[in-house]
């Protein structure tokens, strides 16, 4: 394993000509970048005040507040029509139902805007999930203390004698909200003193029974209703620690999982672009769905996917994305199927563990591991570290790259338990 | 294990590796995502900086950094923009600033040694740049122990790698020039605050013997002198005790010298010596007859000396010692000021003596003392009451952005001691100062905290510690009144807050509600017809008029608003008619661009005062106030004066509003 191998691939070919640019919703510099580099024409729409910035760089740019949803917002649609945009990508949690609606017209489909919808409400897509046939865990709408409270009884009182044999004999519950994106409002509920501490404007949300097992997420790379290219991302230690591609264990499922995720391309309708969802695998063999989105994923697994598979998965997503992508670009771009990957990479968020913190100190150890790569970690900004939401402000990551998944799996628990911070 | 360790030799990636393969990636990068791999870079490069290789290696690397865009869009981009003042903040930043700072002083070397070019920064100005951030961090350079820096070894030490590369790659001929001069400035401003001044003449006498130089000592001579070594006795003394005890010893003629020598070098470099304490009290004690020439008080000091001396003894043995010893210059220029002889002030400095003072304000004031230290908090606070009422123009704002306290404080400690001694009494005592707005009572304790009341620079001196909470609460509560009036808040919030001194009259061209500029070429008339002798109609200044200067960089670009007062308007002994200010943040030596640099001595400055030509500080001017019954003739003013001024103003901080005109 050389540092070439998990270089970054050449930017490739370009694409062949196209009938109008795409619209890109929401700022994102590795998409737009990707974008140029493979020569895809496109209308960058980003909230108001990059706009500037980005007309200096030769951008084609349409300022749009997202946030905002009124009578005016077919404005937007007939904005990107007039600049001939024929179709648009999502890149943000946010932008999943704009990208649905601005679609539904461009392809005249009304059902790809209700489709979109599906991804932002956790509890919709769970039911959609459930009806096509997918296995999910329990889970409820709720709208105040005392249903949560119901429900996390009922869950226990119906696990007994074959629930978890947790601690203190209870079966926790999840609490999210029902647009967040990914671990963002996340409250584990263990107790009555867990539900009274639920803030009032948690609610509207949802509960859902808990899910034991090996968590996992995929990446698939989906063009004209099929999977072109199919990631399987491990979560050694959720929010800490993951590993691209997964270690033998979940390989060796693949083909069930492939099967899991293309029964959900169709159960939500997905032609073209990214699935992202989460499953667990029980001790039986059987996969659990958790949650889809239709997005960029977080934790930088785009990252690890193009360290270890070696193409750049910014510009797998516009070709995914992009109805009028050949078969022969699909096919120059995503590695052939069954081709082995490069190496596995592997990151592991840095969390201080220390309540003050002054410099930062990545160990020797650590440092001297064959297998590291690079981090982004800087010095502390603040000495006193701020309390986590979701998994969001860790300080950075550390990145890893070696052959062997099993030793990879090792030493990230290994190095999760070190301080980088004193 | 075998395997392993081979493997390691092998194949660990180099961060040196993967910064070339960053930079290659950031430079084919399109402008719009160079930020995607700066962080990536920071990250690799603050490794680096560990150790003399990685600097190195980093330097090789600097001729590209501009061209591949690794500070695009920061503000480090463009090195023209650079000051070399904030290069200090910058090597000790915390999070990822350190690091970007240090790439941008290799970059600066890079040109100063022609290894790359830029457009607007030649290798010359490259090299002045690094001997002015040279000067400015000598105890970086040197490695002066510190409590941040035993807190975070690393980043001192990065930076010290990176000020020794600086120091090898350029001779810095000039280097003992410019310190030199930065210890003369600060010094000529005779600062009450005395660390900065001594701890630079520390360092540069620490670098003058590691470069084996003489010129940087010999220049540096009498103020080594003041600091520790001014008299044969004190020379031979280890500490202030010994010295106490060699007193006992000592004859009349040898007090007598010891006495001129102390007072000689304080009044010639502003810095005080812990043994002169020692003088004094002892002085006290025996020979009070002597303390007049141990003060160094001129004529009206002296007379004043002999109508006071009960007080004088009595502030020095409860004030003066050897933690407190820069108080001596801020006493004997209180006695000069004829300020002991107004019994409000003297009633004043007695009750600092025995008053109570509240928990907060005790630790505040005792905060900066060793714990074998036995000086009370009203020692310190009496100690720093003597010094800004000495020297009104010393007066610092340190790092806090509070520059209104300050100017308030110093126009008080000039034209309103008693008033100032009231206030200071009530925020230590009783931790409360209180005002009125327009008939309504503004009182800082029922005033939520300014926002940067936890951010307070500490290094000020005792009284600023005290009071400067309450009168920025109290500054912030009544612009809030005063604003959505249309005009700026200055007009209102100034005369309440300093008091009858400041002048009705108001004037300033920029609308806040629009931010637009209009009337200007009337506002200019009105400031020389209100302020330039040669149109005013005979009425100069009395009383310092709080204005509002809109301060730019060296390149003309606005940096922000900045609250200064102008002491009086006067010929030079060139004969070039200049406005002296005094400016709070005790920075006199700036570049303001289009060739404005204030300066702070040799063009007929008292201490304290900054000094620029009539016109240019005009140009920076943007609120001013003035008595409506004493305006001369704004129509008589030269249309090339206004013309000149309107000129230097549109092309510097005018670039950054909108004219109506």
């Known amino acids: ?422 | 294990m075998n395997t392993n360790s081979q493997q390691k030799a092998s194949s660990k990636p180099q961060t040196l590796a993967w910064l070339d393969e960053l930079l290659g990636t950031i430079e084919d990068a399109p402008p719009l995502a160079k930020g995607r791999y700066q962080g990536a870079i920071v990250s690799a490069a603050g490794d680096l900086l560990d150790n003399e290789q990685g600097l190195r290696d980093l330097y090789d690397r600097a001729p590209r950094f501009d061209k591949v865009g690794l500070f695009h869009a920061g503000p480090w981009e463009n090195p023209a923009d650079l000051r070399p003042s904030l290069v200090s903040h910058g090597l000790r930043a915390e999070g990822a600033v350190s690091t970007i700072e240090a790439l941008s002083e290799l970059r600066m070397l890079s040109l100063a040694m022609g290894f790359h070019e830029h457009p607007e920064v030649k290798a010359e100005e490259a090299k002045e740049f690094l001997l002015q951030a040279t000067a400015r961090n000598l105890d970086l350079l040197l490695g002066t122990d510190s409590e941040d820096r035993q807190r975070r070894p690393k980043i001192f030490k990065r930076a010290q790698r990176v000020l020794r590369l600086i120091q090898d790659e350029v001779a810095l001929e000039g280097l003992e020039k410019v310190i030199l001069e930065e210890v003369r400035v600060l010094s000529a401003q005779r600062p009450i605050v005395t660390d900065r001044l001594q701890s630079l003449v520390h360092s540069a006498l620490e670098l003058a013997e590691t470069l084996d130089t003489h010129t940087l000592g010999d220049g540096l001579s009498k103020y080594r002198r003041a600091m520790d070594d001014a008299t044969d006795l004190s020379r031979s003394a280890r500490n202030p005790g010994e010295y106490r005890r060699s007193l006992r010893d000592a004859t009349l003629e040898q007090l007598q010298s010891e006495s001129q020598a102390m007072a000689g070098l304080m009044h010639e470099t502003g810095i005080c010596n812990p043994c002169h304490s020692a003088l004094l009290r002892y002085l006290c004690e025996s020979h009070g007859e002597l303390l007049g020439s141990a003060l160094g008080l001129n004529q009206l000091g002296l007379a004043e000396l002999d109508q006071n001396e009960e007080a004088v003894r009595s502030l020095i043995r409860v004030a003066i010692f050897p933690e407190t010893a820069p108080a001596i210059y801020g006493l004997a220029r209180t006695i000069e000021r004829g300020l002991l002889s107004r019994p409000a002030v003297a009633q004043g400095l007695r009750r600092l003596t025995d008053m109570d003072i509240a928990a907060e304000p005790r630790r505040e004031l005792l905060a900066g003392f060793s714990d074998d230290s036995a000086v009370t908090a009203n020692a310190a606070l009496l100690a720093g009451t003597l010094g800004v009422l000495g020297q009104p123009l010393g007066i610092g704002q340190g790092s806090s952005p509070t520059c209104q306290s300050a100017r308030g404080m110093s126009l008080w400690s000039l034209h309103a001691p008693n008033l100032l001694l009231d206030m200071v009494v009530s925020a230590a005592r009783n931790e409360i100062v209180e005002m009125e707005f327009e008939g309504a009572r503004v009182a800082s304790n029922e005033l939520p905290p300014s926002e940067y009341e936890s951010r307070f620079d500490s290094g000020v001196d005792a009284v600023s510690k005290v009071l400067v909470r309450h009168l920025d609460r109290i500054y912030q509560e009544m612009s809030r009144r005063a604003a959505g009036r249309g005009e700026d808040t200055h007009k209102w919030v100034n005369p309440a807050m300093y008091g009858r001194w400041v002048a009705r009259g108001f004037a300033s061209p920029i609308d806040p509600l629009t931010g637009r500029v209009s009337f200007y070429r009337g506002f200019v008339r009105r400031f020389f017809a209100t302020h330039h002798p040669e149109f005013h109609g005979g009425h100069d200044l009395v009383y310092p008029n709080p204005v509002g200067l809109l301060v730019t960089d060296v390149s003309g670009r606005l940096i922000g608003p900045h609250a200064v007062s102008l002491q009086r308007v006067a010929q030079d002994e060139k004969g070039e008619l200049r406005a002296y200010f005094f400016n709070p943040n005790n920075d006199g030596r700036q570049d303001w661009g289009q060739g404005i640099r204030p300066s702070v001595s040799g063009n007929g400055e008292i201490p304290g005062e900054s000094s620029l030509p009539f016109e240019d500080f005009a140009s920076r001017l943007y609120a001013f106030h003035y008595n409506p019954y004493e305006e001369g003739d704004a129509f008589a003013v030269p249309d090339e004066s206004v013309e000149a001024v309107v000129v230097k103003a549109r092309e510097s901080w005018g670039r950054s509003y909108p004219w109506a005109e």
């Open chain 1, 1 to 422: 394993m050389e540092l070439a191998t998990a270089k970054r691939p050449a930017p490739g070919e370009k694409v062949a000509p196209r009938s109008g640019p795409m619209a890109l919703l929401g700022y994102s510099a590795e998409t737009m970048e990707a974008a140029m580099r493979i020569g895809l024409d496109f209308v960058a729409v980003v909230p108001n005040g990059f706009e500037s910035l980005l007309e200096k760089d030769g951008v084609p740019v349409v300022p749009w507040d997202f946030n905002r949803r009124n009578e005016e917002s077919h404005l937007l649609y007939e904005e990107l029509s007039r600049r001939g945009v024929r179709w648009s990508v999502p890149l943000y949690e946010e932008t999943v139902e704009w990208a649905g609606a601005i679609n539904s017209r461009l392809a005249d489909s009304p059902q790809i805007f209700t489709h979109s919808l599906l991804f932002r409400d956790k509890a919709m897509m769970k039911r959609r999930a459930q009806m096509s046939g997918i296995r999910v865990g329990v889970f409820e709408e709720v709208d105040s203390r005392t249903q949560v409270h119901r429900f996390f009884r009922r869950v226990n009182d119906a696990l007994v004698g074959v629930g978890p044999d947790r601690e203190n004999g209870v079966s926790p519950v999840h609490l999210k909200p029902i647009s967040a994106a990914g671990s963002v409002g996340h409250v584990l509920i263990r107790s009555d003193e867990d539900i009274a501490a639920i803030a009032d404007d948690a609610f509207p949300c949802m509960v859902e029974s808990h899910l034991d097992g090996q968590e996992f997420s995929c990446e698939a790379f989906i063009h004209d209703g099929k999977v072109r290219f199919l990631n399987i991302n491990e979560y050694v230690h959720l929010g800490h620690c993951q590993l691209t591609p997964a270690g033998p264990g979940l390989q060796s499922i693949r083909s069930q999982i492939m099967q899991e995720v293309e029964r959900l391309a169709k159960a939500f309708d997905v032609r073209h672009g990214l699935l992202h969802p989460e499953y667990f695998l029980d001790a039986d063999g059987e996969l659990n769905f958790g949650e889809v989105a239709n997005r960029v994923p977080g934790g930088h697994i785009f990252d690890l996917i193009e360290m270890a598979h070696g193409f750049d998965p910014f510009a797998g997503l516009l070709l995914c994305s992009d109805p009028e992508t050949r078969e022969d670009e699909l096919e120059k771009l995503f590695p052939a199927v069954g081709e082995s990957p490069r190496g596995h990479a592997a990151n592991l968020m840095v969390y201080p563990r220390k309540q003050r913190v002054r410099e930062l100190c990545i160990p020797e150890e650590v440092r001297e591991d064959p297998y590291f790569m690079k981090h982004d970690l800087v010095e502390p900004m603040i000495s006193k570290v701020p309390s986590r939401e979701g998994f969001g402000n860790h300080y950075g990551q550390i990145v890893f790259f070696g052959p062997d998944p099993l030793r990879m799996r090792e030493i990230l628990k290994k190095y999760e338990d070190l301080d980088y911070y004193v």
